[in-house]
């Protein structure tokens, strides 16, 4: 759904892209980076359906909906940081990652600065990107070449806002605190996701 359509009727992500990169850092008196989640697939759409049925050898939900959406994403917004997510069921050649890839860290107006993780295409996770972020609560355990992230979320069962969520739900503080500490000791960055409620 469109949150000008729909919701709010405003353009939540340009304000939030236009405050961000109007926010300077206190630590170091620069413009603060601006980056994005994108999810290439939806569950229940069909054209990607039919995709699916066919084997990912027609790319009607890739023309149609996810490289339009990618470039407008990048030209409307420039962020300078794509977390990509929801390509395990396809390679990425039907998602045709590398073209928008290309375009995006050599012709896009961030094309300096941009980094994505590796989340392009099935087969792809831990082996192509920027940094890798591999599976969800990614940690080696030891030591890594390649940059890397630890993405992982206060409720142990879900990324989003959860109403029938319990206290037992959440992981612990003493948890997030070594996830931290082993994180950065071994040379990656860790995101926390908190499903915030509307309030």
């Given at each position: 759904?469109?949150?000008?359509?729909?919701?709010?009727?405003r353009?939540?992500?340009?304000?939030?892209?236009?405050?961000?990169?109007?926010?300077?850092?206190?630590?170091?008196?620069?413009?603060l980076?601006?980056?994005?989640?994108?999810?290439?697939?939806?569950?229940?759409?069909?054209?990607?359906?039919?995709?699916?049925?066919n084997?990912?050898?027609?790319?009607?939900?890739?023309?149609t909906?996810?490289?339009?959406?990618?470039?407008?994403?990048?030209q409307?917004?420039?962020?300078?940081?794509?977390?990509?997510?929801?390509?395990?069921?396809?390679?990425?050649?039907?998602?045709?990652?590398?073209?928008?890839?290309?375009?995006?860290?050599?012709?896009?107006?961030?094309?300096?600065?941009?980094?994505?993780?590796?989340?392009?295409?099935?087969?792809?996770?831990?082996?192509?990107?920027?940094?890798?972020?591999?599976?969800?609560?990614?940690?080696?355990?030891?030591?890594?070449?390649?940059?890397?992230?630890?993405?992982?979320t206060?409720?142990?069962?879900?990324?989003?806002?959860?109403?029938?969520?319990?206290?037992?739900?959440?992981?612990?503080?003493?948890?997030?605190?070594?996830?931290?500490?082993?994180?950065?000791?071994?040379?990656?960055?860790?995101?926390l996701?908190?499903?915030?409620?509307?309030?």
């Amino acid at each position: 759904w469109n949150a000008m359509d729909i919701g709010p009727k405003r353009d939540i992500l340009g304000e939030l892209a236009n405050a961000t990169k109007a926010t300077i850092s206190p630590t170091t008196g620069k413009a603060l980076h601006w980056g994005v989640y994108h999810s290439l697939f939806e569950w229940f759409n069909p054209a990607f359906a039919m995709d699916k049925a066919n084997g990912f050898n027609t790319t009607l939900f890739t023309d149609t909906k996810t490289l339009p959406e990618l470039y407008d994403l990048v030209q409307k917004y420039e962020p300078e940081l794509i977390w990509s997510d929801g390509s395990w069921d396809a390679p990425d050649t039907y998602w045709k990652s590398l073209e928008f890839l290309s375009w995006y860290a050599t012709n896009s107006t961030v094309a300096d600065t941009a980094v994505w993780n590796d989340r392009w295409g099935k087969g792809n996770d831990c082996k192509h990107g920027a940094y890798f972020s591999c599976q969800d609560r990614y940690q080696p355990g030891k030591l890594q070449k390649h940059k890397w992230e630890n993405a992982l979320t206060i409720d142990a069962t879900s990324w989003g806002y959860n109403r029938k969520a319990t206290y037992e739900n959440y992981l612990t503080t003493e948890y997030f605190i070594h996830q931290l500490i082993e994180t950065v000791a071994f040379g990656g960055n860790m995101l926390l996701n908190v499903g915030p409620t509307a309030d």
